[in-house]
């Protein structure tokens, strides 16, 4: 990896911050994490924005107003209030109104993680929007599931120690809950989820060794609850920074309890109701000349009109995007040589499918060569992800048609960031050339004939 390739940035954050000191260590830390802060007047187009609000008496008409004026410069954009765990209730309740809180001190950690959370949900959000706009224009929409929510009143689990903050949340949720169920153990939450389906989850860990931190952590990895919901409750704002790196993504104070689970935890399950809505169309594998049954694979018509559309926004937003192309070869793990037929290529695609994000498009050009378009990736992690695909399908062992002829897969891949106002042609034209050039350096200079 060059330099070069490092310098892109994962997105563009506004940030507002009448302290400089504070400033420079949100720019630190951030820039850590792969992304950039700009001022106010270079709003235009960013990923997200953030006003900082420590330490400073809140005036409503000037957070308003400054709100309006980062909507009006970036509509798209989410905002975040950075605020001191003592604030008052109202003026909580007045910024929530134009964006999301979080209380911090002086760890950022817990606020990068919502920001890259809020970044993910953002890029689900616009590939749906952009893929109903491909499939409609290839008459394609009706074969595809609808995008809808229930608006039933949700199920919250609450687990955890018992006392009085659980009684607190119990509390707060029985305004908005059609039932809450309450647990004690980690054994306790997790038959619970196994029998129940949960709108959102509640945990109040006893310390930072409660083992649900652990089970927060294998939730989110988990393909039936990844899209549950899970709210940590915090008895000191010191404890957040320790909390996000065991993986509590959304955190409340447990003095804001009373005044801010029930909208929490209601919006938390819309959000959640919304995004596996949203994935289940992008993951649909249905439509003629869209999306190849067996494999899963959008085809070539699909990736001429999406991937214009694709690079159309890139340019429209000036947001990174980049590719990864990736040439598969299926050979028998016996000594017999068995023509392996389409089946053991079937699913190692559907595999590539599983292991990259919902928002990917994986679209075939050649019998054996898959491109995947990655809007909002910068090259590097494109790179990473290619890695990950090369390991998952080098290690995994497939079957014929006959159960008893088994096949490996060996992939060769190569990651491409796309030149600004390039068209989709070109995009794979490079990607073409990067993955003969990745073969070539692979194979060593005697493989070249002279």
Known sequence: MTSEIMSAPRARIVCVCSDEKLLEELTTSFQAAGYLLLPADKA?????????????????????????????????????????????????????????????????DPLIDRCRYMIRLRNIAEETGERLKSLAALSRLVEFPSIATSSSRPHILIAGRPGAAALSVINATNQIAEQSVCVLSVGQTMRALEHGAFDCAIFLPSDENDPLFSLSRALRRHPKHSTLPILHVLDDVSQAASFAARGAREVILNAHIADDLAGRAKLLTRRARLTRSMRDFLQACEGEGVRDAPSGAFTSTFLAEHGARLCGRADQTSRPFSTVIAHLSVGRTGADNVEPGRRALHQATRLINRVTRAEDVIARIAPETFLILMPATNEEDAHNIALRIEGVLEGTVFRGANENDLFAVRAQTAACARPKDSCIEETVALALRRLRAAKVEKAGPHSQKG
Do not use: M, Q
Request: charged share 30%; aromatic share 4%; proline share 3%.
């Open 44 to 108: 235009k187009h960013a990923d997200l924005a953030i006003v900082d609000l420590r330490g400073k008496k809140l005036a409503g008409k000037k957070a308003v107003a400054l709100a309006n004026l980062l909507r009006r410069k970036s509509p798209e954009s989410s905002l975040f209030f950075i605020i001191d765990p003592d604030l008052n209730s109202s003026a909580r309740n007045a910024l929530k109104r134009y964006g999301e809180i979080v209380c911090l001190t002086d760890a950022i």
